[in-house]
């Protein structure tokens, strides 16, 4: 066999191989939380955009919430603010919370939108102030220690949380066939904007539309066990097993725990996958294989 056959055999197992998922997928929707490594290496993020086309063109539905927080902290340092956390979080002021709207809401929003467009897609940014997409509140983080008599309360500024989301204005993009790409900004009743996690965004984005999948795109192969290995596919019924083990600890914490409660709320399945990896998306939804962590309920 010739290698030019070779590669031609090749090619078609591989949409041989696709053929059911597309099928099996047609007219569903994806919640794609984008981050980490895929959007500030250019040969991931350029295949990104070209996976997300693919998906549109063969029927599927992707709903993009995307995050920025490198590229937040860049620009604040060039303007000679410090960037400070607690628990993580990123303390936002006024003026932190500007430099938050214009990196998430323009420069990381266009770029994801004029990428996905230049290859041969419809995409519209938004963030979750446009159509009154997401209701938020002030998040309340309280500290707790044996010193304290009660809780501490830590003010975060405008960080916050989900209060609730109107999905009309995705339901009618998607249904225009636009690829609609929200940056995680919401506003309150106070009409203060508030950043919120994008991992948490996606998931009650993908609740709220009951989602086929949640995909939350990391920096790590998936959840690992004691050993370093791949868990490739977890009950819901295990999680909290596996968080008192020590197993699911850290930055890991916070995902799973908003890809079960996506579950939990009618998504199909979660899946926690890694964003080095090229063409990633793809691989997960396409193929036999996948490439990180399988959420579900049995």
């Known amino acids: 066999m010739s290698l030019q056959s070779e590669r031609a ?20 929707t994806m919640v794609i939380k984008y981050g980490g490594n895929a ?16 998906m549109k063109l063969v029927g ?23 960037s400070v956390f607690v628990q993580g979080m990123r303390v936002t002021d006024s003026e932190t919370m500007d430099v938050v709207e214009m990196v998430l809401g323009g420069l990381v929003n266009k770029e994801i939108v004029n990428l996905i467009n230049r290859h041969g897609g419809s995409a519209v ?3 979750g102030k446009d159509g009154d997409l997401i209701r938020a509140r002030q998040l309340v983080l309280r500290r707790d220690a044996p010193e304290l008599a009660e809780p501490e309360i830590i003010d975060l500024g405008h960080v916050g949380e989900v209060q609730s989301i109107d999905v009309g204005v995705v339901n009618m993009l998607v249904q225009g066939d636009f690829i609609p790409v929200i940056a995680p900004i919401g506003v309150g009743d106070d009409g203060r904007s508030y950043n919120i996690n994008a991992d948490l965004v996606a998931g009650k984005l993908a609740e709220v539309l009951q989602a086929e999948k949640l995909l939350l795109l990391t920096n790590t192969p998936g959840l690992l066990d004691p050993q370093g290995e791949l868990i490739a596919e977890l009950d819901v019924g295990r ?12 930055g890991m914490l916070p995902k799973v725990r908003c890809a079960v409660e996506a579950v939990q709320g009618g998504v199909r399945s979660a899946h926690i996958i890694d964003g ?7 691989l997960d939804l396409f193929t036999d294989e996948g490439v990180g962590t399988l959420i579900r309920r049995r």
Not at 239 to 250: F, K, S
């Open 39 to 54: 959007m500030v290496d250019d040969a991931l993020k350029h295949g990104f955009a070209r996976d997300v086309v693919l």
């Open 239 to 250: 999680v909290e097993e596996l968080i008192r083990q020590g197993v699911i600890t850290g």
């Open 60 to 82: 599927v539905n992707p709903v993009i919430v995307h995050g920025g927080g490198p590229q937040i902290g860049s620009l604040l340092g060039r303007l000679g603010k410090d």
């Open 276 to 282: 080095r990896v090229e063409h990633a998306v793809m």
């Open 125 to 127: 940014g938004l963030t």
């Open 9 to 28: 055999h090749k090619i078609a197992d591989v949409l041989i191989e696709a053929l059911p998922y597309i099928r099996r997928f047609r007219g569903k």
